[in-house]
């Protein structure tokens, strides 16, 4: 089955513990996103990555890092610099842009709810 | 800035009835249009999408929606829901690299 995977679906940490969320893609899409949701704010996005070995920051990118080695792989990295960790973190890919794509839909993985205390 | 706003929150409705989440957006270019939905423990999934062509457009599962231009609008419509489409119903944008989401509207469907 072609789809995103995240793991694990819940994790839990100690504030000033960096975490680092997975999400693997097997759609061969060039393009790869990092969203949180809370409620009644939707989804925010954190970083982006067109294209292999290449990424930019979203909207609320402070406190994360993430890394594109792999097409197939897009890993977020929380750290202790992130003043409000914890909530429902999501990872999509889509055809890029780049290719010249109409329609650039996402396709979205299950989440990671990460708990911080 | 690049906006997405959904007029309600939460919808409570009876099996049956008709259903509209508006949805409007602000971005200065050509977009695309697309409603997402979150069913409980389920993935998010595309609902349906424009880009060109016929402004109104139909989804999955009846629902369908349409591209009013003139008022930055892509409401979102039923004829008669369901229990089951009780679920969390996403607006966004895509100009270009980034989609922008709305906050989202929670809809509740009355047996």
């Known amino acids: 089955d072609g789809g995103i995977t995240q793991s694990p679906k819940y994790l839990f940490r100690k504030e000033g513990q960096n975490v680092t969320l997975s999400c693997e893609q097997n759609l061969n899409h060039d393009a790869m996103y990092w969203y949180r949701q809370d409620p009644g704010q939707g989804l925010r996005l954190i970083y982006y990555s067109q294209i292999v070995n290449d990424f930019q920051k979203g909207d609320i990118a402070e406190g994360y890092s993430v890394s594109r080695e792999k097409k197939e792989s897009f890993p977020l990295t929380v750290t202790s610099a992130q003043k409000n960790p914890t909530a429902f973190y999501l990872c999509?890919?889509?055809?890029?842009?780049?290719?010249?794509?109409?329609?650039?839909?996402?396709?979205f993985g299950p989440g990671t709810r990460l708990t911080v205390t | 800035a690049q906006s997405v706003s959904q007029h309600n929150h939460h919808v409570i409705l009876s099996e049956a009835a008709s259903l509209e989440l508006g949805c409007n957006y602000s971005?200065?270019?050509?977009?695309?249009l697309f409603w997402y939905v979150q069913y409980p423990g389920q993935h998010l999934q595309l609902l349906l999408k424009y880009f060109s062509g016929d402004p109104l457009v139909k989804g999955i599962k009846g629902f369908e929606a349409e591209f009013i231009k003139s008022k930055f609008s892509f409401n979102l419509r039923k004829p008669s829901v369901q229990w089951s489409d009780t679920a969390e119903y996403f607006c966004?944008?895509?100009?270009?690299?980034?989609?922008?989401f709305g906050a989202g509207t929670r809809l509740f469907v009355k047996a």
């Open positions: 971005y200065g270019g050509t977009v695309n």
């Open positions: 966004a944008v895509n100009g270009g690299f980034k989609t922008i």
């Open positions: 999509a890919s889509s055809i890029s842009p780049l290719a010249g794509a109409h329609s650039y839909e996402q396709y």
